[in-house]
Structure formats: C-alpha cells, structure tokens
C-alpha cells in the first residue's frame, strides 16, 4: 500500500477558482512529519510547508492554506484564487521512522494547470 | 548562498557505459539522498547517507552505488546504466534530526539522464 497517496493526478481550474489538493497518508508511527513541495515548469523543488504530527492547526500563508486532519491521515493544500503561476505539480511527502529507516517518502504529485 | 548543486543537469549516454552524477552540499547537513521522478510515480528514493560513510537502500536501489566519504558531497554511480535508468534525478540534503527528518530538504537542480 502506498505511504502517500495523492489521488489527483491532474486537475486543471481557471484562474481565481479556489483549489483544494488531497494527500493522504499511512504510518503506524505516532512521530511524523509531513510536507507540501511545488515543482515549477523549470523543473526545481520548492518547499511550502512542514507539519509535525502533534500540531493539528491548520495553516494559513497568504493564499495557501493547509488543513491537517489525523483522524483521517490528511494533510490537504488549498490555493485560494488561484493565479496562472501556480502551475506546477504539488507533492506531498511522508518522514517517519520505520524500523532503522528515516526516509522522506513522497506522493505521485498533483499536476495543477491554472488557466487564464 | 544555501545550496544543493548536481552535476551535469543532462546527460545523454549509452548503455553499459559507467557515470557518476555529482552531488554537492555547502550547509554542513549529515543527511543526503537520492530520487529519481517518473511519470506517475512520484519521486523515489534510490540512497540515503545519514552521514559521513553511513549509506543505506531507499526504496528503488537496484542498479545504482553511493558513497560519502565527505560531509558535503553524495555522488550517485550507475557501474552499468540501462534504458530502464532514464530518468530524472534529484539529490537532497537536509538536518538528520534525533529519531525523524523533521526539517525541509533542500533540492539540487535535478539531472536529466537518458540512457540508449
């Protein structure tokens, strides 16, 4: 079974529609840490966010936002109004310690296309 | 500058034929790894190094060697590349933590690789 699961292979808005991108995740862990990537066209790894598995609170960043849920292993990014440089494909991403691994384990990714 | 470089960004080569990617970090980080992106799949790791001389498997290993005999640098050696090895290839460096990655990673440029 996948650790990281990003259902939305593909979604594609017009710009200011609002935006919500699933990841949900599996660990027997009680410890993790959970991330949000952007990869640009250009191809480069962007860090957006670090959630650990204590803090609940959601996150707000100017039109990102993030909601954590443990009670359903998600961890889901809103972009609200959306702008045509959010194009991008958005990876979730899993740390945890399992046996003697400390792996950061990443989902399929989410390819955005946000129209003009 | 904080930074994480890979060297070539491209590279075209035949099969059987030995390369090394080089990989480069200047923020004293223990910890680095390997991924390589296919379509569909996500990012997958293919080595980590929790520091120096401490190398061990990801997920997708089979084909590919390390070694780290320095702190800031991770070169990833395909002995034989084949065609199923085209992809592109991502290093990593971040904080070890005590027990988990509990801090971003920060991403070189990636490699290109195509093997024919």
């Known amino acids: 079974a996948q650790k990281v699961t990003q259902a939305q292979t593909e979604i594609s808005v017009v710009e200011k529609e609002d935006v919500t991108l699933d990841c949900v995740y599996e660990?027997?862990?009680?410890?993790?840490?959970l991330f949000w990537y952007k990869q640009p066209p250009s191809g480069e790894l962007v860090f957006l966010i670090r959630?650990?598995?204590?803090?609940?609170q959601n996150e707000i960043s100017g039109r990102y936002s993030w909601n954590f849920q443990k009670s359903t292993s998600s961890f889901n990014f809103t972009i609200t109004a959306s702008q045509v440089v959010d194009s991008a494909v958005y990876f979730c991403?899993?740390?945890?310690?399992?046996?003697?691994?400390?792996?950061?384990?990443f989902g399929s990714g989410t390819q955005l296309t946000v129209l003009p | 500058e904080a930074q994480v470089t890979q060297n070539p960004r491209y590279l075209i080569t035949v099969t059987g034929k030995k390369l090394t990617v080089t990989c480069s970090q200047n923020?004293?980080?223990?910890?680095m790894s390997w991924y390589r992106q296919d379509p569909g799949l996500g990012l997958r790791q293919i080595y980590y190094?929790?520091?120096?001389?401490?190398?061990d498997k990801g997920d997708v290993p089979e084909g590919y060697k390390v070694s780290r005999k320095e702190k800031r640098n991770f070169p990833l050696i395909l002995e034989s590349p084949s065609p199923n090895q085209t992809s592109l290839y991502f290093c990593?460096?971040?904080?070890?933590?005590?027990?988990?990655?509990?801090?971003?990673?920060?991403f070189g440029q990636g490699t290109r690789l195509t093997v024919v």
């Open positions: 990593a460096s971040s904080y070890k933590g005590s027990r988990i990655l509990n801090t971003e990673a920060f």
């Open positions: 660990t027997r862990d009680t410890t993790y840490y």
């Open positions: 959630r650990n598995s204590f803090d609940e």
């Open positions: 991403a899993l740390s945890e310690v399992s046996g003697s691994a400390r792996q950061l384990t």
């Open positions: 923020m004293n980080h223990e910890y």
């Open positions: 190094s929790m520091n120096v001389e401490v190398t």
